[in-house]
């Protein structure tokens, strides 16, 4: 049903891939987001909070740097005052590298802008001589016609399968690498449009399905089976659905056991397309539509 959509939409769909580790750990851990690119001219549509992300790295970093230069002929217990002075610690992120996966050749600097009320964000590549993604969506003209009972697909990365990274202990910092794997797969996910979603002023600004989106597929597009991008992943809610178990008891592995089981429903929310559009216009972004 979305075979040919997901080949279209894979074309200007990006990953955003991130390490970082806390203070004084060597533990790295990884991270995801998506993208997609609306045009040639290197803007491209994410969520808020995916754009708040990115933005606080350069903060994060800035001052572990600090502590790298200023303690760097320091005793221990000098060490120790200046990291909680610039308030780093155990359990705080104190390092954070972010790359753009297949996105533009080179990224002299990036703007963000963010949407006031809704977890929408356009980013603007700066600085770049050659796009990395081979097509841009067509976003989808007739947004009246997206009714409930509708199948929609949502495309990202959820799956941080990427290894080109390590900790260099000689200079006490991360860095991306030239070997291990640089990409992770795509991943989609279908789901039925159950609902729409309106603000306190009755305006509809986003779309329920009924399946989740996963961790990683934040501000990748939600598009129908010809392509045409319906909207953008934006979070997943849980409802408590009531059918509560507890104190059951069961045979498991030919073991009795009792057991508790409280179910919910995981929906994924997008944001609606009309919303989108009305985004890019606001901020003099050409789009495609059709």
Request: hydrophobic share 35%; net charge positive; glycine share 8%.
């Amino acid at each position: 049903m979305f075979e040919k959509a997901i080949l279209e939409t894979a074309g200007y769909t990006r990953a955003i891939h991130s390490i970082s580790r806390n203070f004084g750990s060597t533990q790295i851990q990884k991270g995801s987001a998506t993208l997609f690119f609306v045009n040639q001219e290197g803007y491209a549509l994410t969520c808020k909070h995916v754009a708040q992300w990115l933005s606080q790295a350069d903060q994060i970093n800035q001052k572990y740097q600090t502590f790298l230069q200023q303690g760097k002929d320091l005793s221990g217990g000098q060490r120790s005052a200046l990291a909680k002075k610039l308030g780093l610690k155990a359990d705080v992120t104190s390092e954070m590298r972010v790359t753009f996966v297949d996105c533009v050749d080179q990224i002299k600097n990036m703007k963000f802008f963010i949407h006031p009320e809704y977890d929408l964000a356009l980013i603007k590549f700066e600085g770049f001589e050659k796009t990395l993604f081979t097509n841009i969506p067509k976003f989808k003209k007739d947004h009246a016609a997206i009714n409930p009972g509708a199948m929609l697909c949502r495309l990202g990365f959820p799956f941080p399968e990427f290894s080109n990274f390590q900790l260099n202990s000689q200079k006490q910092s991360l860095e991306w690498t030239s070997t291990g794997a640089m990409r992770s797969p795509r991943f989609p996910i279908e789901g039925m449009l159950t609902r729409f979603l309106g603000d306190k002023k009755g305006k509809v600004y986003g779309m329920e399905l009924s399946t989740p989106g996963l961790r990683g597929q934040s501000g990748g597009p939600l598009f129908d089976s010809t392509g045409k991008v319906c909207g953008m992943q934006s979070r997943t809610k849980h409802l408590h659905l009531g059918f509560d178990i507890e104190d059951k008891a069961i045979i498991a592995h030919g073991k009795a056991k009792k057991i508790n089981d409280y179910a919910f429903i995981h929906l994924g929310e997008c944001i609606h397309v009309s919303v989108i559009k009305e985004f890019m216009r606001a901020n003099k972004v050409n789009f495609e539509e059709e």
